[in-house]
């Protein structure tokens, strides 16, 4: 049995996020999927096989609302995929042996760690998202004259259902935003070290507020890079989540070098 490597205790210090960074990250992390393509198929692979079967199940009960539980559940599982991609990264950065024992392991043992709670908070986020977004949609249509919107989208040219796109967009743009800010260095960085979620978090957030116009730049090419792999049947995302994931870790540890404690 692998014994469990120690991590540091506590948070780094994080330093200043550049564009130069960026560009770093994505070449190590294209680096990373060269290396190791046989997990970046799995664990893009796993998402891939959920969202094809959220679309079936829809399509043969005709109930939309099943892609609500899918939304539900892709953040549940999301981190841990996350952090499979992390240790891939990790254990290629450290020259050590790609054992799937190995990778799959840390995977499971981040259960009682710190990531079930943000993983939790990450969900509350979004079934809070999406009640809001039920209250926006009854104080701009409530009224209205509902007709079947399978087949039928005239309700949302109307000037209510446009102003209820904009309001819904917006606020759930800065729910995407708020999501990203406290997730993007959190999640590298609970699988990095011995820390707890809280910490981890404004930690995350803190380097967001501290570099704004770079880390705003990634999470718009996280966003677009992301709706473009959906478009061909999510068969874009073999390349792009494990592409993100490989990036991602990099990204972070170039901030925590920036930062002098690692």
Same mark, same amino acid.
């Given at each position: 049995? =692998?014994? =469990?490597?120690?991590?540091?205790?506590?948070?780094? =210090?994080?330093?200043? *996020?550049?564009?130069?960074?960026?560009?770093?990250?994505?070449?190590? +992390?294209?680096?990373?999927?060269? /290396?190791?393509?046989?997990?970046?198929?799995?664990?893009?692979? *796993?998402?891939?096989?959920?969202?094809?079967?959220? !679309?079936? @199940?829809?399509?043969?009960?005709?109930?939309?609302?099943?892609?609500?539980?899918?939304? !539900?559940?892709?953040?549940?599982?999301?981190?841990?995929?996350?952090?499979?991609?992390?240790? @891939?990264?990790? /254990?290629? =950065?450290? &020259?050590?042996?790609?054992?799937?024992?190995?990778?799959?392991?840390?995977?499971?043992?981040?259960? /009682?760690?710190?990531?079930?709670?943000?993983?939790? *908070?990450? %969900?509350?986020?979004?079934?809070?998202?999406?009640?809001?977004?039920?209250?926006?949609?009854?104080?701009?249509?409530?009224?209205?004259?509902?007709?079947?919107?399978?087949?039928?989208?005239? %309700?949302?040219?109307?000037?209510?259902?446009?102003?209820?796109?904009?309001? +819904?967009?917006?606020?759930?743009? +800065?729910?995407?935003?708020?999501?990203?800010?406290?997730?993007? !260095?959190?999640?590298?960085?609970?699988?990095?070290?011995? *820390?707890?979620?809280?910490?981890?978090?404004?930690?995350?957030?803190?380097?967001?507020?501290?570099?704004?116009?770079?880390?705003?730049?990634?999470?718009?090419?996280?966003?677009?890079?992301?709706? @473009?792999?959906?478009?061909? &049947?999510?068969? &874009?995302?073999?390349?792009?989540?494990?592409?993100? &994931?490989?990036?991602?870790?990099?990204?972070?540890?170039?901030?925590?070098?920036?930062?002098?404690?690692?």
């Amino acid at each position: 049995m =692998e014994i =469990e490597e120690s991590k540091p205790l506590g948070a780094p =210090e994080l330093g200043p *996020v550049t564009f130069d960074m960026l560009k770093q990250a994505l070449r190590l +992390g294209w680096a990373d999927m060269k /290396r190791a393509p046989g997990y970046a198929l799995i664990f893009s692979g *796993v998402y891939v096989a959920i969202g094809w079967f959220m !679309v079936w @199940v829809t399509w043969i009960t005709g109930q939309s609302y099943w892609l609500i539980f899918a939304a !539900v559940g892709f953040p549940l599982f999301g981190p841990f995929a996350a952090v499979g991609l992390y240790e @891939v990264s990790h /254990r290629l =950065e450290q &020259g050590l042996p790609l054992e799937p024992k190995a990778v799959f392991g840390v995977i499971a043992h981040q259960r /009682r760690r710190q990531l079930p709670s943000i993983c939790a *908070v990450v %969900v509350i986020m979004f079934l809070f998202w999406f009640f809001l977004a039920h209250m926006i949609f009854a104080l701009f249509l409530g009224f209205s004259t509902m007709t079947n919107i399978s087949s039928s989208y005239d %309700v949302y040219l109307t000037q209510e259902g446009l102003m209820m796109l904009g309001v +819904g967009s917006a606020v759930g743009a +800065g729910f995407a935003l708020l999501l990203y800010m406290i997730t993007v !260095v959190s999640l590298p960085l609970l699988l990095d070290r011995e *820390v707890d979620f809280v910490t981890a978090m404004i930690s995350s957030f803190q380097t967001v507020l501290g570099s704004p116009a770079p880390m705003l730049v990634w999470a718009a090419f996280i966003a677009l890079s992301t709706f @473009v792999a959906l478009i061909p &049947g999510f068969l &874009g995302l073999f390349l792009v989540l494990p592409l993100l &994931g490989h990036a991602t870790w990099h990204l972070y540890r170039q901030i925590c070098k920036a930062g002098g404690t690692c």
